[in-house]
């Protein structure tokens, strides 16, 4: 029915449509692990079954929730509606602090209580680096 130069060119076309999404796939794939997803609290409360696999929590640090210990920093983390309490021992990244959003990866103990292995935090779309800043009011 077709000749053999119709033949060839379906043939490129659909290889070259399937290697393009596969290279898609690849490419969202391998981003995956680098966006940062969070649940709220909120989420975590609403969760029909809690899960034993790392999981990211994100909001904002409670006002006065903030208690530093020898080797563990405890806090609670809000989304203004639900509240859980998060235990971390490490180095706490320099933007961390009292009513600023902070995202933790870790493991969920119960739906009140959580477990962080890392801390990231994240600074408002207004953040100016404080060299900047400075240059700024200079002029």
């Known amino acids: 029915m077709f000749g053999k130069k119709v033949k060839l060119r379906i043939t490129f076309?659909?290889?070259?449509?399937?290697s393009l999404i596969l290279i898609v796939f690849l490419i969202i794939k391998s981003l995956e692990e680098n966006v940062v997803y969070f649940k709220s609290p909120t989420e975590i409360n609403d969760l029909s079954e809690l899960t034993k696999k790392k999981v990211?929590?994100?909001?904002?640090v409670k006002k006065d929730s903030l208690e530093v210990k020898a080797e563990e920093?405890?806090?609670?983390?809000?989304?203004?509606?639900n509240e859980i309490r998060v235990s971390y021992s490490g180095i706490i990244p320099n933007l961390f602090e009292e009513e600023k959003g902070?995202?933790?990866e870790g493991f969920i103990k119960d739906r009140n209580f959580f477990i962080a292995k890392k801390i990231l935090a994240k600074h408002d779309e207004n953040y100016m680096p404080p060299e900047v800043k400075k240059a700024l009011e200079n002029k």
Do not use: C, E, Y
């Open 73 to 81: 920093i405890n806090f609670i983390i809000t989304d203004f509606k």
């Open 13 to 18: 076309l659909l290889l070259s449509f399937i």
């Open 102 to 104: 902070v995202v933790a």
């Open 56 to 60: 990211r929590i994100g909001g904002m």
